[in-house]
């Protein structure tokens, strides 16, 4: 059990450019989520996949967020035309079985600055 | 809608006492779980323990325990004799088991433990 990995750890680009962030879950888990975290917040809800299925998007994913997982083992998100308001901590999570008690283990994150 | 509230901003323990975070939730489910993670300054979040709506008994797990007041819907976090490696950020968290299985975080509280 390597833990969940995420790339990069840190990524600063200017406004209007274009992002794609990676999530490598744990190996033998179906279920993958991604979150945001501001400063002084909890994290937020974004998306979630289980296996390549994307069956869940929050509000909160404009139409510049994109998100796969396209064989059902890691996934990326990629922000277009990014804004100022983007620059965030992008969290990926991932749980396995059928029991909705399994915990989610998170990654390290990924914090987007926008310039 | 579901909702978690944390209305300690911050808490300051010394070494070796023990200490209770304050989590109240607000859900019109029956059945759901209840987390608490823990997220040090390296922003990786880290799951502590869980509880489940119908669980007749208080989890633990080593040095944490969750109060568990369901008419109250109240989950407080208590954590023993303190360790100057508990300082971090303290989130609860919540997850229907109706729906898909997202998280419902709160602010969290930042704890201090000092020597």
């Known amino acids: 059990d390597t833990g969940v990995s995420q790339d990069p750890r840190h990524k600063i680009t200017k406004r209007g450019q274009n992002v794609t962030f990676r999530c490598d879950p744990i190996?033998?888990?179906?279920?993958l989520y991604w979150y945001r975290q501001t400063l002084g917040q909890g994290p937020e809800f974004l998306t979630y996949?289980?296996?390549?299925?994307?069956?869940?998007k929050s509000r909160l994913l404009s139409d510049r967020f994109s998100a796969e997982r396209p064989k059902g083992s890691f996934s990326t998100l990629e922000i277009q035309r990014t804004e100022q308001g983007d620059s965030a901590m992008y969290l990926c999570?991932?749980?396995?079985?059928?029991?909705?008690?399994?915990?989610?283990?998170f990654g390290d994150g990924t914090r987007l600055s926008i310039l | 809608a579901q909702k978690i509230t944390q209305t300690q901003p911050g808490m300051f323990v010394q070494e070796k006492e023990a200490v209770t975070l304050d989590c109240t939730y607000d859900t019109s489910d029956q059945s759901y779980g209840l987390f608490w993670y823990k997220q040090p300054s390296s922003g990786e979040m880290i799951f502590l323990i869980y509880q489940g709506s119908y669980d007749e008994q208080n989890a633990t797990e080593g040095r944490y325990s969750l109060n568990f007041q369901k008419a109250r819907k109240s989950a407080n976090l208590v954590i023993s004799a303190s360790q100057l490696g508990d300082s971090a950020m303290y989130f609860c968290?919540?997850?229907?088991?109706?729906?898909?299985?997202?998280?419902?975080f709160g602010k969290g509280t930042m704890l201090l433990v000092s020597p």
């Open positions: 968290a919540m997850r229907s088991n109706s729906g898909y299985s997202t998280l419902t």
């Open positions: 999570a991932s749980s396995g079985g059928d029991d909705s008690n399994q915990p989610q283990h």
């Open positions: 190996s033998e888990h179906n279920r």
């Open positions: 996949f289980q296996n390549e299925a994307q069956l869940e």
